[in-house]
């Protein structure tokens, strides 16, 4: 029996988080030792390696390049690429579910923003859901203490971007495969890091600010033993990006972006594991809001779908 695409696509949107949950945390971890352009350059040329790779052994090859929608590629290029930049700053100066459950308003800022893009319906109660999220990422920001915080603003400013760039990949996917999409992304992140590396790299602009040394810290050649995690911030990057890519193209966002909360429990089981941190009571409260609207929208799907048929 044939496979539905909303399937398909629920299941590439699952396997693609858990993917990207390895990229998360290795890039946190290797933050505190390199600039950010290099861990991109590094990351973006093994994904390249895989996505060429893959286009190889596919029967159309280098021809499936060839676009009609340069333009189109190229903003999608620039708001993947920012929101990969402010993504990775502030989770170097967050604690890692903090991170996630702030990145986490992304799915629900696609359902909002599938209205006036796609054309796509949302009810009422998907709309509450948005709105209860929003709540969420206030509590996340921690207002009340009197200090928003810059990090967790970037992160914000990351998924506001993160949910556009899915919405561009859904209209472009009726003509460019998943593997056009991927090449021109891994591209451009490739001519932005060696521009930035060169301009930068030899770290005449050094600080040590936390969020500003990340960006500004000179070149190393990697030891040895970080080469593994290097590599394996580059597989996971392409894998991931891959899967999710191929699940926005083929499936409404709507349905697909709560699916994505599954890296939430990663991103805490991570953070205890590998830093030794744990959610306060604040970012709890965030959490379940962020979580539990996007996974209300699921289960209203699943009773919508059931209605229906």
Not at 75 to 91: D, K
Not at 132 to 159: D, E, F, W, Y
Not at 242 to 262: C, D, K, N, S
Request: charged share 10%; aromatic share 10%; with cysteine.
């Amino acid at each position: 029996m044939a496979r539905s695409p909303a399937l398909t696509g629920i299941l590439l949107a699952l396997g693609g988080t858990l993917v990207f949950s390895v990229n998360d945390v290795t890039m946190k971890y290797l933050s505190d030792g390199y600039a950010l352009h290099q861990l991109t350059l590094i990351r973006s040329l093994v994904g390249m390696a895989v996505v060429l790779a893959v286009i190889g052994y596919s029967g159309t090859g280098l021809a499936q390049l060839l676009t009609l929608r340069p333009r189109e590629h190229l903003a999608r290029v620039l708001i993947v690429l920012v929101s990969n930049l402010t993504y990775f700053v502030g989770l170097s100066a967050l604690p890692l579910a903090d991170a996630a459950a702030v990145a986490y308003i992304s799915p629900l800022a696609v359902t909002a923003l599938s209205v006036p893009f796609l054309g796509e319906r949302v009810g009422p109660r998907r709309w509450a859901a948005v709105i209860v999220g929003l709540v969420g990422v206030i509590v996340m920001l921690r207002p009340g203490a009197g200090v928003i915080q810059p990090a967790a603003l970037l992160v914000l400013t990351s998924a506001l971007l993160y949910a556009s760039g899915n919405l561009m990949t859904r209209r472009m996917g009726g003509t460019e495969s998943a593997m056009t999409l991927a090449f021109y992304v891994h591209l451009g992140f490739i001519l932005l890091s060696l521009g930035i590396g060169l301009w930068l790299g030899d770290g005449h602009l050094a600080s040590d600010r936390p969020l500003l040394g990340f960006l500004v810290r000179p070149w190393i050649w990697p030891p040895a033993e970080d080469w593994p995690l290097l590599i394996a911030t580059g597989l996971s990057v392409a894998i991931g990006g891959l899967m999710m890519t191929q699940a926005y193209r083929i499936t409404e966002v709507g349905l697909l972006a709560p699916f994505e909360y599954v890296g939430m429990p990663l991103a805490i089981f991570w953070g205890l594991v590998v830093f030794g941190t744990w959610p306060d009571s604040t970012a709890w409260w965030g959490i379940a809001l962020i979580c539990g609207a996007g996974l209300y929208v699921v289960w209203r799907e699943a009773v919508r779908q059931r209605e229906t048929t």
